[in-house]
């Protein structure tokens, strides 16, 4: 696929503004994931297995935060190749990760529409079509390598 040099900037660049306040980021990440899809808790182990309230919990920052830099990632990947290379190990992992955890297809749209509100309203004025255009795509094709790999472990 064609991705611009403007499409990675606009991702590259907002997340640069973005993760100055990556905690309350991840936190309204997570709850906009579960405010769509309350059973989708149960798939996190960290989350189920605490007994500290979810804004305490110790693993939610770093985990919200790598969906945003794999995405971000994914978009500089694109521009440069036209496509998503994940490392093979570590796409494995993740496809492996994710299928025992019970995730399924339609998760995957639950997160990017999560994704996007979140960072909908963490850039505020600068949000734009162009701009959630752009995410979206890095993330779908982000999610489509993830998913096949799902499909090959499982
Ligand atoms: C784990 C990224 C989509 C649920 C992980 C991990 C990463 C990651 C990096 C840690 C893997 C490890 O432990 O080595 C991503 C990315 C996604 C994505 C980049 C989309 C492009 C999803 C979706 C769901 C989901 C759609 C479902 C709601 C989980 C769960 C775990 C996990 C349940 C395991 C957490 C645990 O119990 O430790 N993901 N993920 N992920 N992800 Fe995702
Ligand atoms: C998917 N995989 C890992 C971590 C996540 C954090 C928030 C939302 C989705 C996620």
């Known amino acids: 696929i064609c991705f611009t040099q403007e499409q990675e900037d606009l991702v590259v660049k ?20 579960f405010e769509i899809a309350p059973s989708a808790q149960n798939l996190f182990s960290f989350l189920r297995d605490s007994k500290v309230p979810l804004e305490q919990n110790p693993k939610l920052k770093p985990h919200a935060v790598n969906v945003f830099v794999m995405t971000c990632e994914s978009a500089v990947q694109l521009r440069k190749a036209g496509k998503v290379t994940v490392r093979e190990s570590n796409l494995k992992r993740l496809g492996s990760v ?12 639950v997160v990017k529409f999560a994704l996007l509100e979140t960072i909908k309203e963490a850039v505020a004025q600068t949000w734009s079509p162009e701009m959630k255009n752009a995410w979206g795509v890095a993330y779908d094709q982000l999610a489509a390598a993830i998913k096949a790999e799902m499909k090959a472990s499982s």
Not at 14 to 33: G, R
Not at 98 to 109: A, I, L, P, R, T
């Open 14 to 33: 907002s997340w640069e503004v973005m993760k100055k306040n990556s905690a309350d980021l991840a936190l309204k990440f997570f709850l906009k994931i």
């Open 98 to 109: 994710h299928f025992k955890s019970g995730v399924v297809d339609e998760h995957f749209e």
